[in-house]
């Protein structure tokens, strides 16, 4: 009697308007219960939440505990299970996904400008895009490509004069553009325009001037990654051939009279496949070889130029 009146006491101590749930804190837990706050900390632990200390110490500290109110402490830190991450990790996930947290580096940039005159110029590769970058082409031409390229800033801006000449802008996948150039007798291309920007990823500005020239701007995937995208078209096409047999063979089990239907229709299904893929690499080998002739003009007028006017 007396242990009952002194526990309801503590219990009219701690009740509150605003913790109407502390009655329940009293009850005695079950064996099921313990066992399914340890099963949150093992899955903690697996999950790398807990580190083994912490694990030993609040499995020992559940085993031990009479109530609901000496469990509920021990989980209070963790997900429960079926629970989804928070919301702030949705947030940062296409950020992290898509790596241009690592891509924007700060500083002033590996370049700052470019001049071609009667010649040409190129940046590309894993160069350093600075905050603003000028170019001139009088007569000539260059190309300004940020596929691989790191960046100085979440916003970057290209200026590009072009008398007479043109030049090229590449941007990879995921990088807004805004155009900004004014062009006599010339343009600016437009194109890319309007493409939302993935999170993270930096916002490119073209602007300047073209006088009887033009400047251009092209979206483009890096060799690399065309060829891990070929890679998959090819694995999906396998896979896709595969359940195709896999199905016609189950279809031969049936009457015999649809033998010669089935046969049929399988070798007309297997080429029009044939064709498609025969396409599909016809267009690729093309592309890959206007590729490689583009590079090799631009590696011949680069020799050319080195030696016509110097390494300036």
Known sequence: MTDAVSSGGRDDQRLTPTDSASPAQDLRASDADRERVAEVLRDALAEGRLDMGEFEERLEATYQARTYGELAPITRDLPAAGVGAPAVSLVKEPEVAGSWRERVVGGEGSSSWAVAVMSGFQRKGRWTAPRRFNCFAFWGGGEIDLREAYFADREVEINCVA???????????????????????????????????????????????????????????????????????RREKLDRKAVRKELNASRREGPDGLQGLLDAREAL????????????????RHEERRELHRERRESRREERDRRRYGDH
């Open 163 to 233: 008398i007479m000449g043109g030049m090229n802008v590449i941007v990879p996948p995921g990088v807004e553009v805004v155009v900004r150039g004014i062009g006599i007798m010339g343009g600016f291309d437009h194109r890319e325009e309007g493409t939302p920007g993935e999170p993270g990823a930096p916002r490119v500005i073209v602007t300047g001037f073209a006088f009887w020239g033009g400047v251009g701007i092209e979206r483009k995937l890096t060799r690399a990654e065309r060829q891990r995208l070929k890679e998959e078209r």
């Open 269 to 284: 299904d297997e080429h029009r496949e044939l064709l498609r893929e025969r396409r599909e690499e016809r267009r690729e």
